[in-house]
């Protein structure tokens, strides 16, 4: 019985750092066979760093039969071009966030993997990780009552302060709200389900910002998409949430996400991350406490969702991040633009299944 998936790599820039480490390291049922990317030496750097056997072009990896999954790690531009190629190929295909710049692309992806017969997965996986695992079973074993409402929020000053080539986070499909949403919004349709309605308010505070990270220092950025974006979310099930998102905070002492319940009060970590903490506030307490994480995946477990998607297809499942999740949080965030420049509210077409949870105590380094 087969018990390895074979991947390759699209897309060698900074992301994949953290992706390669975990595949080639932490998850025994995949091998990196393969990397690509459109600047050859970024994958021949890639390949010798962590031994893979081959550095190729995108077009060779393609047509590298051994493959069985493609994990498409290149801008959200380029997702839904590269995608639509290795679906054709014949490959299952794992991807960045988002699915794709527009609806219209992410339906056609998935219209186009069923077509195929494949899997197509998408980021991303944080939910998956121990913080958000012990978060969901805290919630559905009744801890904290019925939840009535969430708030969360995601602020700081911008990426042009720290990433080495940022321009593309500003530009159309990217912004906060596509860019750091999918995290917000991928670990609350974990937690509650999928979302029925949405309204919004979305401003675009600079035309300009000014690259102060290197090797681009001084360089000006023309932004596109809105920078700071206020939503408020109504889940099928009746929970309530506001979210905002914005890349024009000089700083914040806000928690994450906070979920109000009947019976108490939980803070959960960054969405961003795969630990804690989380604090829960009961009724019948005086103070908040800390609560142990009961599952794995505890540090930045990237590549944890390829793993399982390898998974799924050894043991003939469904993943866990199948691309209707991901494509029902890219209708809400248009839908959170759309509402704004129409003073109205969005009534969400897609839907998804609720991801199916780790067993309790699931380690490290093991997927079922």
């Not at 991807?95 to 992410?106: D, Q, R, S, W, Y």
């Not at 593309?168 to 509650?192: E, H, Q, R």
């Not at 090797?215 to 998409?225: A, F, H, K, Q, S």
Request: glycine share 8%; charged share 20%; aromatic share 8%.
């Amino acid at each position: 019985m087969k018990k390895t998936v074979n991947v390759g790599i699209i897309g060698c820039g900074v992301i994949s750092d953290i992706y390669l480490k975990n595949l080639t390291t932490v998850f025994k049922n995949v091998k990196v066979v393969a990397c690509a990317d459109l600047v050859i030496e970024k994958a021949q750097q890639v390949a010798e760093k962590y031994q893979i056997a081959q550095a190729c072009t995108v077009d060779e990896l393609l047509d590298n039969e051994a493959i069985d999954i493609v994990v498409n790690l290149t801008i959200p531009q380029a997702h839904a071009e590269v995608t639509t190629k290795a679906l054709m190929k014949g490959k299952h295909v794992f991807e960045e966030k988002p699915l794709a710049v527009t609806t219209e692309e992410g339906k056609a992806l998935l219209d186009l993997s069923a077509q195929q017969r494949l899997h197509l997965c998408c980021a991303p996986d944080t939910f998956l990780g121990a913080g958000y695992q012990t978060a969901r079973k805290i919630i559905d074993d009744g801890w904290i009552g019925e939840v009535v409402g969430v708030s969360a929020f995601m602020g700081y000053g911008g990426p042009e302060s720290w990433h080495p080539n940022p321009a593309f986070l500003y530009k159309t499909g990217a912004g906060p709200l596509l860019d750091i949403g999918p995290y917000y919004l991928t670990a609350l349709v974990s937690l509650f389900g999928p979302i029925k309605n949405t309204a919004g308010l979305a401003k675009k505070t600079f035309s300009k910002r000014t690259i102060t990270s290197q090797p681009l220092y001084g360089e000006e950025i023309t932004v596109e998409e809105p920078t700071h974006v206020n939503a408020l979310l109504q889940f099928h099930n009746g929970v309530q949430a506001q979210l905002t998102t914005s890349f024009d905070v000089a700083g914040t002492t806000l928690p994450n996400i906070e979920v109000y319940g009947t019976l108490g009060t939980l803070i959960l970590p960054d969405p961003n991350t795969y630990g804690g903490p989380i604090k829960i506030l009961h009724k019948k307490q005086n103070a908040w406490c800390e609560l142990p994480l009961l599952y794995g995946y505890q540090t930045n477990s990237r590549g944890l969702a390829v793993s399982d998607l390898a998974a799924a297809i050894l043991g003939q499942r469904n993943p866990r991040t199948d691309a209707r999740l991901a494509m029902h949080v890219l209708e809400t965030m248009h839908g959170i633009k759309i509402a704004s420049d129409t003073s109205s509210i969005y009534s969400v077409e897609s839907t998804c299944e609720r991801p199916q949870p780790f067993e309790l105590g699931m380690l490290d380094g093991i997927i079922r």
